[in-house]
């Protein structure tokens, strides 16, 4: 395991599901309808199928390891196929806390910090969305910019951490 808690660690990280933890670009609005496959992955309309990224499974692992809770945050226009797809890509259980819901991401905050107790100044936020980064860094949450076309990866969770540490 390369990560240690020898640093100043979140208490929690938060990631938007779509494009930093999987691809393709699925935001699942009204319009977008998921279907199983027969291996238990999931396609979109278009019949693309969605992955998570390379090494989101090995990142919730490690960040489990050493006490980082997870949450999901999404605006999507439809929560309920968003988390049917958490569901069909085995990942809906690494999540202690989901904010999906079509509302302004601040409001997903307020939610995660009055259910987790956490200080947004303990939360990390990977996000692939500029606006969220600009909007959710003014209220003290340490947030990293993740590139869509590679999703969260090591680099970007190092990237992050390495920031959380010097904002703390």
């Given amino acids: 395991m390369w990560l240690t808690t020898s640093h100043n660690a979140p208490t929690l990280a938060d990631a938007r599901p779509h494009d930093a933890l999987h691809s393709p670009t ?10 199983l496959i027969r291996n238990g992955g999931a396609c979109d309309r278009y019949g693309t199928k969605i992955n998570l990224y390379r090494d989101v499974r090995t990142i919730f692992n490690e960040l489990r390891e050493i006490g980082i809770s997870l949450a999901a945050a999404s605006r999507t226009e439809d929560p309920d196929a968003s988390r049917e797809l958490l569901g069909v890509l085995n990942i ?17 905050f307020e939610n995660l910090k009055r259910t987790s107790g956490v200080d947004y100044n303990d939360m990390l936020f990977f996000d692939d969305e500029f606006r969220n980064i600009r909007d959710i860094s003014t209220i003290g949450v ?8 590679i ?7 190092k990237r992050g951490l390495q920031e959380f540490n010097r904002t703390t």
């Fill in 26 to 35: 699925s935001d699942c609005h009204s319009h977008c309808i998921m279907f």
């Fill in 151 to 157: 999703g969260l990866d090591f680099a970007t969770l």
């Fill in 92 to 108: 809906d259980g690494e999540f202690a806390y989901k904010e999906i819901f079509p509302s302004r991401k601040f409001t997903h």
């Fill in 142 to 149: 340490t947030c990293i910019h993740v590139n869509d076309d």
